[in-house]
């Protein structure tokens, strides 16, 4: 058995739904394939969108909605005859969708966002699903509520794997047989009080590494627009290069530093099961990719560079000019915590002490608050962080990278070399 995960690049349009079915159909012989789906192109940054302006009062439901339903009735005009039964699931579905909308700014806007934009999920899987039958594909679609637990940490849910493991195992002991191929959803999952959670942006891959360690797959492929995980984003450096290989460790390290081609919860699961992952271009899809297995670094052995940009250097210290001690620290890191802030890079001097993290937006605002009820809060906005791992292998690629830029932080360790910059 076989994980797939198609994310919304490769899910973008009607046509691509058909290529994937066909990458599909050269897998016939796998004896199972297991293939989780997120939204379809950019549905869920408009999911996004529709949930402010329904949120904040701006749009009345039927004008946030139409660019969704117009992209996806588009798309299924090209997958579906119009005497199709689908189209009335189809309309079922934006009914639930406005049904959920109902009461949306009564709820604090964390889990107003899970009642909605998980739907993007739910959307693509079923055209995906409805559309293998049109072609006569055997298969079963499973919704991922059903079987992924969490708890109620909106937004960015916290799985409770063993029981999401033991739930998915049942269900595939009492609904599918080993020829079956299974089509279900990444990025969601279901609390404990029965609503619709989402696991993070990008979860998809998250998910599939659940779904492959609970049924013990040989691999999970995650089908990429990229040729495979890359030393640096292409969009950013023209010479980025694909890796053949990276260690587990490696593909941990890089996707905490921010490397955006794999969600960062996904490898240790993996790594714990002894399930290998790949990295594949879904455009070329008999090249290999990048591996990600037990081992050491990377092959080839060269720096990567990762680029984060939209941050936030807050640096607080005493109003009397007290010592930063360790006190203060473990005070003000669970201020962050008790947000459920990730915070990307920290530095401390005897009277003040700097975090690095991504500028989201109304939670900075909230910390501000808490923060200056005690300290003397100071802030720089839209910086970029720059990471480099094993800048050795090529000693003058940092200066390439910062020439010219002014450094607000900078820290180094023998593998690592971290810069807060601020574009001049
Ligand atoms: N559709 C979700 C997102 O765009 C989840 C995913 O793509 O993995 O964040
Ligand atoms: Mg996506």
Redesign the pocket.
Known sequence: MEVFKF??ASLKDAQSIKNIVEILNSYHYLDQLVVVV??MGKT?NAFEKFLSLVYSGSANFQEAITPIKSFHWEVCRQLFAPEHDFWKELEAIFDEIREQSAELSALPYDMAYDRIVGY??ILASRIFSVYQNTQGIDHQWLDARSVIRTDSCYRAANVNIELSCNRIRVWFQQNTDSRYRIITQ??IGQDMQGNMVTLG?????YSAALFATALSANSVVLWKDVPGVMNADPDFYAQAMPFQFVSYREAIELTYYGAKII?PKTIKPLENAGIPLFVRPFLHPTEQGTRIGPGIGTIPQIPSIIHKSNQILITISHKDLSFITEKTLSTVLSVFDNFALKINLMQNSALTFSICLDDIGNKIDEIFTQLMKFYEVKYNRQLTLLTFRHYAQQPRIIDQWIEGKLILVEQRSRNTAQYVIAEK
Not at 201 to 205: A, I, K, L
């Open positions: 994310g919304g997120s939204a869920t993007g999920e990444g990025f942006r990008e979860g998809s891959d969600h």
